[in-house]
């Protein structure tokens, strides 16, 4: 069996952490020959106990294993068959967005905001966020999108404890939204980030946190293109359950 196939063979029964460090391995681009357990626990913050006791639910007998797995994985022909790959990941992602995501709670915290700040960290996220706003002004809410470090600071200025401030960032790891979230940590504000990995730094700064999973094309150039579409996936269920709650009177 191959690695994709194992990885979804077991997914239903992983916990956050194991699907995250199995998303992880899935994306992974590095040189297989360097990695060790060690270095896979210090980049998802796990331990390497932890990494063991995935490997067994896995059903793969040792690390070595593993990367004898992955190995076969990148040598797997490209093609068509990448992209049928993609398409399958993708309904696994928003099947486990139905399953798993608690957006309830994000819907109420969204609905109940004053004012919403939005940021994102890269180009593709400041689309995604202008997707946002276009969507909750729509709803009547007060949308501010910030495009940089100046503009916050500015902002932050009238920020209060019923407004929320909404940042998108892949790998959460960017030193501006980093900055940005350790100013806001001694401010009345609420902060919600999200991320396409569940361990992160700007996730650990913030008070509420969105997974949002995601899947990738390796080319022959080594180039690796990041499939984001989950992420509008999230924001359209995040815009019509707070519609439902609003306008409907319904329950989010």
């Not at 060690?38 to 990494?51: K, T």
């Not at 309830?104 to 202008?130: C, D, H, W």
């Not at 401010?187 to 700007?202: A, D, E, G």
Request: proline share 2%; net charge negative; with cysteine.
């Amino acid at each position: 069996m191959d690695f994709r196939t194992l990885i979804n063979h077991h997914y239903p029964k992983l916990t956050a952490s194991e699907k995250n460090m199995a998303n992880y391995l899935l994306a992974y681009t590095g040189n297989l020959d360097d990695l060790t357990s060690q270095q896979l626990s210090d980049e998802l913050y796990l331990s390497r106990a932890a990494i063991f006791r995935w490997l067994k639910k896995m059903e793969i007998d040792s690390f070595a294993e593993l990367k004898y797995l992955l190995k076969q994985r990148d040598h797997l022909p490209q093609g068509q068959d990448d992209f049928e790959e993609v398409i399958q990941n993708y309904h696994l992602y928003v099947d486990q967005i139905f399953a798993k995501q608690q957006l309830q709670p994000m819907v109420a915290l969204l609905a109940s905001r004053e004012v919403i700040y939005l940021f994102g960290t890269g180009n593709e996220q400041k689309l995604e966020v202008e997707s946002m706003r276009q969507l909750f002004t729509s709803l009547g809410k007060k949308v501010s999108v910030l495009f940089d470090q100046g503009e916050f600071s500015y902002a932050k200025e009238n920020f209060s404890e019923d407004d929320l401030f909404c940042l998108i960032s892949y790998k959460g790891e960017s030193p501006e939204g980093i900055a940005m979230l350790e100013e806001c940590r001694v401010s009345p504000i609420k902060t919600l980030v999200m991320t396409r990995t569940s361990t992160n730094t700007m996730s650990s700064l913030s008070d509420y946190q969105l997974y949002v999973p995601t899947t990738s094309i390796h080319t022959k150039t080594k180039f690796t293109h990041g499939i984001s579409t989950t992420f509008y996936f999230i924001i359209d269920q995040l815009f019509e359950g707070c519609y439902q709650l609003l306008h409907k009177g319904g329950k989010a």
